[in-house]
């Protein structure tokens, strides 16, 4: 039977025949519209899973040195959001419409990270979990957990030097190394379980990126500035991004270590993973898990 199926499909495709619709009956396309529909069609759930799942296998196989490279680097540049939405504040006239545009400056060091392929620690929330997910082990667990940590500590190191770099003056203005200040303030006032609660969404929102980025083609810029500007605007907390407003602020003696690791970001981290693991990521594996097990 389906010998048969598949040879009638490639007699249609031989003479320009459409395929019958099950649904709605014959499409009444030629071939070349048919090919057409096919390139138009966003993948099916399970090719983003896959795409995703190689890409975190292709994480997770890389060298330490080479992802603790790649995290610091990432690191620094998450600083340049806070150093995009200072710019912007500094800039614009005080009004409403004030914090809404200046937000859109968080996507800035977003945008270096994911199009420059560099390592984040809330990235990899999802893609070193996929695969995990579709075969765990106890080595897969491992390797996953290396990953993360090696990412992790890159990062938040890399957003200490943005930070010691904004004390010493480094952006050669007074003025913007103010507005850098008076930005990370904004992370001021909140208590463990409000910072762990507000890194839910900003967890979630990141992993929703990365599984829409390879269905996006042209389109990636836009979506990420999108996502990203949402997480600004509903002051959510990023573990990256909070820990270089986290370390400034300590380096400038506002808080204390232990407010800053413990106070902010450890919460966030905890609320990030839960949103972009536990919520996201293994939500997204367990609607094709029957499907790619098959």
Known sequence: MATGSSDHRGHQARTGEAPPDS?????????????????????????????????????????????????????????????????????????????????FGYAFGFLIVIMGRLQLFTESTVTAVLPLATQPSWPSFGRTARLWALVLVANLAGTFAFALFTLAGGFGSPEIGGAISAVSRGILGHGFGHVLLSGIPSGFLIAALVWILPSASGERVLIIALLTWLIALGDFAHVVVGSAEAWLLMLEGTMSPLDAVGGYILPAFIGNVIGGTALFALLAHAQVVREIHH
């Open 23 to 103: 649904e709605e009956g014959a499409t009444h396309l030629s071939h070349d519209e048919e090919i057409d529909v096919e390139e138009r069609r966003a993948p099916p759930a399970k090719i983003v899973h896959e795409a995703i799942r190689r890409q975190g296998l292709e994480e997770l196989k890389r060298p330490a040195l080479s992802l603790l490279w790649s995290g610091l680097a990432a690191g620094v540049a998450m600083g340049m959001s806070i150093l995009a939405e200072a710019i912007l504040t500094l800039n614009l006239p005080e009004g409403p419409a004030r914090p809404i545009i200046a937000s």
